[in-house]
């Protein structure tokens, strides 16, 4: 009978131990979580409290004037805050660092935009070279020439040969006369001088050019006669032909010459 309650006791007072242990663990935990917590925030802030941000502080004398900081203070510092300030101070002058580099940066980039807007401006407004102009006639030439009905016969291949053969006759009559012409003075001689002696030439290649491959050739001698050589056969048959459509253009570009300057 005694046994029967000992067992009853058992069984009521072990339940009511294990909550009481159970709830007593629950807040020894929180507790050692909150400590955990707050040796964590004094160590992050350990640095800053172990050596002060300013041991020593600027002042002002009796009469006004600034005086400085003591340097004094400094011996105080133990070997470990002596490591911990030199390191902070070292941060801070990467700081100031970085900013002055920031402030030199954003000062080229301003340079670079006003420089690439300045050569802009300057390439908008200063005059072509003397090469822009003679690629910017021959162009015109090819224009005016492919628009007419006596084109039709001639293949494109063709018809550049004569638009390069027409600018070296400009950059010719330009150079030999010391020309600086506008231009309106420009398409005078494109439109009213040159297309007659380009169909001329058209005319002349025909007869002098065997293949495909010795016009694309006159047309490299045309745009570089000094840098390209032709062969003796296709050079001696130009030497022959082509006189006869350069000499009617120069006279009259001679001839019309005043009348060229004056605009």
């Known amino acids: 009978m005694k046994l029967g309650k000992v067992s009853i006791l058992l069984l009521v007072l072990v339940p009511m131990l294990l909550a009481i242990a159970a709830v007593a663990s629950y807040f020894a935990y929180q507790k050692m979580q909150s400590q955990h917590e707050l040796n964590l925030a004094d160590l992050e802030k350990f640095g800053y409290e172990m050596v002060p941000s300013n041991t020593y502080t600027e002042s002002t004398g009796a009469l006004g004037a600034e005086q400085l900081p003591a340097t004094f203070a400094e011996k105080k510092l133990t070997p470990t805050e002596r490591v911990i300030r030199g390191l902070m ?14 402030s030199e940066i954003d000062a080229l980039k301003q340079q670079i935009t006003e420089l690439q807007e300045y050569k802009r401006l300057n390439q908008h407004f200063a005059p072509e070279t003397f090469e822009d102009e003679l690629i910017r006639t021959k162009a015109q030439l090819k224009a005016i020439i492919a628009r007419m009905p ?5 293949s ?3 018809l550049e040969i004569m638009a390069a053969a027409g600018m070296q006759e400009y950059r ?3 150079s030999t006369n010391r020309l600086m012409l506008e231009q309106p003075q420009r398409g005078k ?5 040159l297309p007659a002696f ?3 030439v058209g005319n002349a290649t025909e007869l002098a050019a065997n293949s495909r491959a010795e016009e694309r050739l006159l047309i490299d001698w045309f745009n570089q006669p000094d840098s390209i050589s032709l062969p003796t056969a296709l050079d001696e048959d130009l030497a022959k032909l082509l006189p006869a ?4 253009l120069r006279e009259q570009l001679e001839a019309s010459l005043p009348e060229i300057i004056a605009g």
């Open 89 to 102: 101070q070292d941060k801070e002058n990467l700081l100031a660092e970085q900013d002055t580099l920031k």
């Open 172 to 174: 010719r009559f330009v």
């Open 245 to 248: 459509c350069q000499k009617p």
């Open 198 to 200: 380009a169909f001329c």
């Open 156 to 158: 494109n291949i063709r």
């Open 189 to 193: 001689i494109v439109s009213e001088h």
């Open 150 to 154: 006596e084109a039709d016969q001639f």
